[in-house]
């Protein structure tokens, strides 16, 4: 059945270009033809044309079909035509880790809303839970005094915090004053003692 040249390019997935750049002028002489349809004129190729194009592009032999003219290098696929496939492939795969890569962020990423939204929920019931044993006036009263003992243990244990820390500076007070003193004693001594020296030499010499 005879194709376009864009029905075959749609068909093997390359471009309408590459398609005529197979296209020989033997190519065109054996398979070629022109067809007419509401007045315009389309270049088809033949059934056998079309084959020699898959096998071409999919990298089977069809030189048997040929024609002297026509050797197996003419139809196997170029070097230009398998890098450019390779390129394909390998963004592909470049695509593909991407896309799996964004696929376990976004998975880990709805892991962490819903725990949130879990821990949003036990705050609320709690809250909720909380609301409505406040209305039970023996819960309530048990809350109160509950909470008026530990206001006190705070208070306590602020007081006390406080408390050490002024004893705290008042003992670095008295341990600088006492270091002062110990140093001034050791000096006056030093005088002390450095005086009777001199005395006692004094006392010699005469």
């Given at each position: 059945?005879?194709?376009?040249?864009?029905?075959?390019?749609?068909?093997?997935?390359?471009?309408?270009?590459?398609?005529?750049?197979?296209?020989?002028?033997?190519?065109?002489?054996?398979?070629?033809?022109?067809?007419?349809?509401?007045?315009?004129?389309?270049?088809?190729?033949?059934?056998?044309g079309?084959?020699?194009?898959k096998?071409?592009?999919?990298?089977?032999?069809?030189?048997?079909?040929?024609?002297?003219?026509?050797?197996?290098?003419?139809?196997?696929?170029?070097?230009?035509?398998?890098?450019?496939?390779?390129?394909?492939?390998?963004?592909?795969?470049?695509?593909?880790?991407?896309?799996?890569?964004?696929?376990?962020?976004?998975?880990?990423?709805?892991?962490?809303?819903?725990?949130?939204?879990?821990?949003?929920?036990?705050?609320?019931?709690?809250?909720?839970?909380?609301?409505?044993?406040?209305?039970?006036?023996?819960?309530?009263?048990?809350?109160?005094?509950?909470?008026?003992?530990?206001?006190?243990?705070?208070?306590?244990?602020?007081?006390?915090?406080?408390e050490?820390?002024?004893?705290?500076?008042?003992?670095?007070?008295?341990?600088?004053?006492?270091?002062?003193?110990?140093?001034?004693?050791?000096?006056?001594?030093?005088?002390?003692?450095?005086?009777?020296?001199?005395?006692?030499?004094?006392?010699?010499?005469?």
């Amino acid at each position: 059945m005879s194709k376009t040249i864009k029905e075959i390019a749609d068909e093997l997935g390359v471009s309408k270009t590459a398609i005529r750049n197979k296209m020989t002028d033997d190519f065109r002489e054996k398979w070629v033809q022109t067809s007419t349809a509401n007045g315009v004129q389309t270049l088809v190729i033949t059934e056998e044309g079309v084959n020699a194009l898959k096998s071409i592009f999919r990298g089977g032999n069809h030189t048997a079909n040929l024609g002297a003219n026509f050797t197996e290098n003419q139809f196997a696929p170029n070097e230009d035509f398998k890098a450019e496939l390779k390129a394909k492939n390998e963004q592909i795969e470049s695509l593909q880790k991407l896309l799996d890569q964004s696929q376990q962020l976004l998975l880990s990423e709805q892991k962490k809303s819903q725990l949130l939204i879990e821990s949003h929920k036990t705050t609320i019931k709690f809250d909720d839970y909380l609301a409505e044993q406040l209305k039970n006036d023996d819960f309530k009263q048990v809350f109160l005094k509950e909470k008026e003992k530990l206001d006190k243990q705070v208070a306590l244990y602020q007081a006390k915090s406080r408390e050490a820390n002024q004893t705290a500076k008042e003992n670095e007070y008295w341990a600088i004053r006492a270091e002062k003193a110990f140093w001034f004693a050791a000096i006056l001594a030093g005088v002390f003692f450095i005086l009777l020296l001199i005395l006692g030499w004094i006392y010699l010499t005469r």
